[in-house]
């Protein structure tokens, strides 16, 4: 299906007059929710914006088989408001001793639609994660044959690299070779930070795509240390160089097919945030499209802003467009600073602030 018959079915969507634009639900194609009382206190703020979500399996211990999926997705859907018609979609955590067979039944059992690798110690909770992807090439021979997407934490892990240069290194190291020896796999670049990681995916799409989160479209490394150090900014990968930033800006509104979301979001107790060892990740989920329209808008491209949110990853993973539409108004508004857990808080990106953005509602 092409991206104008996509447009064509999505007839009341992207529609952006007198500061409104209506677009066709998105997805998430990058959540972290967690488990127990965080997952109940952070889902209600993805499922008010979007349909369906990419839900990472690194969890303690992680979801390496259907079984386990299938539990955590029954979790997930028993935490959802009532109403709520948001859909997890379940992916598995790939581990050196990762076993064809179970892959192939999850995925043709409709259990998991993709498998994520991580490099063993990449990020949080990554350390069952593959220490060498040749370990895992009959898992992604099969997956290739499936069709099934690899979702890719791509960062290497040596110690001898610069943190700010994991992602690059990796491209080059890592997922250049990986692409050669399965050249049919289909692959998603997940949070995309760099200018590498935007030309390999341009130069590679179809079968290469990449998210890109919202924080990484407003915040430098600069911003790690403005008035202090900023851990509630802290992610892996690590925010870069403002040149990069702009070009994932750049990315995302260039109406380039292979871009889509991905928030990331990613939330920690705010005890794991501020301590001695800080916890990698940013909980943006409550505040996700209120920044991506809001980059859209700064670019002049509100008119591609339906593509990157709510066609390009359906198209991508073989889904169909969601029904019904969200609508966003160029309105000031304003999320909570953080977030009860239990007896401590996640505290919010941009939470406090005054967004330019609000959503307005959603409509069937």
């Not at 900023?230 to 509104?253: F, G």
Request: glycine share 6%.
């Amino acid at each position: 299906m092409s991206l104008d018959h996509l447009f064509d079915i999505a007839s009341a969507a992207s529609r952006a007059t007198n500061g409104t634009i209506s677009i066709r639900r998105p997805d998430d194609w990058h959540i972290h929710l967690r488990d127990g009382a965080m997952l109940r206190a952070v889902l209600p703020f993805t499922e008010a914006q979007f349909a369906r979500g990419i839900i990472m399996p690194n969890l303690v211990p992680p979801i390496t088989t259907a079984a386990e999926a299938t539990a955590y997705r029954d979790r997930i859907l028993s935490a959802r408001a009532p109403g709520s018609d948001f859909k997890p979609l379940m992916t598995c955590y790939l581990t050196d001793d990762a076993r064809p067979d179970e892959l192939e039944r999850g995925f043709v059992e409709g259990i998991w639609v993709a498998a994520k690798l991580y490099p063993a110690g990449a990020t949080t909770n990554a350390h069952s994660g593959v220490s060498d992807l040749k370990r895992i090439d009959p898992v992604l021979d099969r997956m290739e044959r499936l069709g099934m997407p690899l979702l890719v934490h791509g960062e290497s892990t040596d110690p001898q690299v610069d943190i700010f240069d994991r992602e690059a290194v990796f491209i080059e190291n890592a997922l250049i070779p990986l692409m050669a020896r399965h050249q049919g796999l289909k692959i998603v670049f997940e949070h995309a930070t760099t200018v590498e990681a935007v030309d390999v995916v341009s130069s590679h799409a179809p079968r290469l795509a990449a998210t890109i989160t919202p924080h990484h479209l407003v915040i430098n490394r600069t911003s790690l240390f403005q008035g202090g150090l900023r851990p509630h900014l802290y992610c892996l990968p690590v925010a870069k160089r403002e040149r990069h930033r702009l070009a994932l800006r750049r990315a995302i509104t260039s109406g380039a097919e292979c871009f889509f979301i991905g928030t990331d979001t990613a939330p920690h107790p705010r005890n794991r945030k501020q301590a001695d060892c800080c916890s990698a990740g940013v909980f943006a989920g409550a505040t996700a499209l209120q920044t991506y329209v809001q980059v859209f808008d700064e670019e002049g491209a509100l008119d591609r802003f339906e593509a990157f949110a709510a066609l390009n990853g359906p198209k991508f993973y073989g889904l169909p467009v969601n029904a019904g539409t969200i609508t966003l108004e160029r309105k000031p508004s304003r999320v909570a600073a953080a977030v009860a857990v239990d007896d401590d808080e996640v505290v919010v990106f941009r939470g406090g602030e005054s967004l330019p953005w609000s959503i307005a509602g959603i409509a069937p």
